[in-house]
């Protein structure tokens, strides 16, 4: 990033306000606002360019290399049947060769005899799904505002049969960065605010319906768990809210509208502090609204402004169990050309803070 792009960067700090006041979507649609993004009218890559080869060497430093390091998977395990929005779907079948199945197998058998002198027997499977289910990582032109896009990207200008002609996943490429986790439910039980959280009969707390994380949340977590440094340009923030535990407990309300999460506000407190990506432990990022055509808000929002990512499903309670509240972030896009989302899992790199 240019000297230049970081100055206006900064004074763009000076000049947002931390409210909910709704943008002015007729002139953003217009390409009179928001337009060209913070790192230029040819960006493609948004708060991913914070993400720099000084910035990937400082986020491992965090690691003491004398100590054991934990991997872990910020990623929900698909399954048929994944609860997921309207006809998303996961589906995956088995496609084998050289051995019979048993008896009730759906799949797709090529032969059930082995092939050639080294009786060759296989499996693979077949899938059909959508990359914007599950855990996924939204494109910086998943959602817009009347036709317009990121950057001044207008969908009628680059969207093709197969997907875009800009802003795909192929543009983006791997990060290897600073997480932070905002363990919000984590502080809430552990300060007894029960008007805020319920448990289910499974004994796994969660944050109420509904409930709203806010700027005070997000500054007094970090504060409770002792973060070293404030959130900054290409971290990674995650916000655990324990609401993955509905996807087996109740997919339906899983599904529902009445998630946790935070509003413009927030988005706007966190975006211009530049971090890669935003990801919640939920299947829709932002607070469920009143007004079912204002829910989208922080999917516009946070994208066309600030160049920031929306992560989805990004579950965080490995991390929470092990106090691990810096950590190293890993994600490599699905390198798809076009795509608009990716569901590649997440990898964390931590050390708990106490013994296994």
Request: some cysteine; hydrophobic content about 35%; proline content about 7%.
């Amino acid at each position: 990033m240019s000297a230049e792009t970081s100055a206006t960067c900064s004074r763009d700090v000076d000049q947002i306000r931390f409210d909910d006041e709704f943008f002015d979507a007729p002139a953003i649609a217009a390409g009179s606002a928001w337009v060209p993004g913070p790192y230029g009218p040819d960006d493609e890559r948004g708060t991913f360019n914070e993400v720099t080869p000084v910035t990937t060497a400082r986020a491992l430093a965090m690691l003491d290399l004398r100590r054991p390091v934990k991997t872990y998977n910020l990623s929900e395990t698909l399954f048929n049947g994944f609860p997921a929005f309207g006809d998303r779907s996961y589906d995956q079948t088995l496609y084998i060769t050289g051995f019979a199945p048993s008896e009730g197998f759906e799949g797709t058998v090529s032969t059930p005899d082995a092939i050639g002198p080294s009786l060759i027997c296989s499996m693979e499977e077949r899938v059909r799904l959508t990359y914007n289910m599950g855990t996924k990582i939204n494109g910086l032109h998943h959602v817009g505002i009347g036709g317009m896009f990121y950057n001044g990207s207008r969908g009628s200008e680059i969207a093709r049969t197969w997907g875009t002609t800009k802003l795909g996943n192929e543009a983006q490429g791997p990060i290897v960065t600073r997480g932070v986790l905002v363990d919000v439910l984590g502080y809430k039980v552990a300060v007894g605010v029960t008007a805020d959280y319920e448990t289910l009969p499974n004994g796994q707390p969660l944050l109420r319906d509904a409930y709203r994380i806010t700027v005070e949340d997000i500054e007094t977590v970090l504060e409770w768990e002792g973060v070293s440094a404030p959130i900054g340009p290409g971290d990674v923030v995650l916000l655990r809210t324990g609401w993955r535990q509905l996807i087996t407990a109740d997919p339906e309300r899983y599904l529902s509208m009445r998630q946790p999460g935070i509003f413009l506000r927030e988005c706007r407190y966190l975006g211009v502090r530049r971090p890669a990506i935003i990801g919640v432990d939920v299947w829709y990022f932002g607070q469920a609204r009143e007004d079912a055509n204002n829910t989208m808000m922080c999917h516009q929002e946070l994208p066309m402004r600030f160049g920031v990512r929306v992560g989805e499903g990004v579950p965080s309670d490995a991390l929470a169990d092990d106090r691990v509240y810096e950590f190293v972030f890993i994600y490599n896009p699905t390198n798809a050309k076009g795509a608009i989302s990716g569901n590649a899992p997440p990898v964390a790199l931590g050390q708990p803070s106490h013994p296994d």
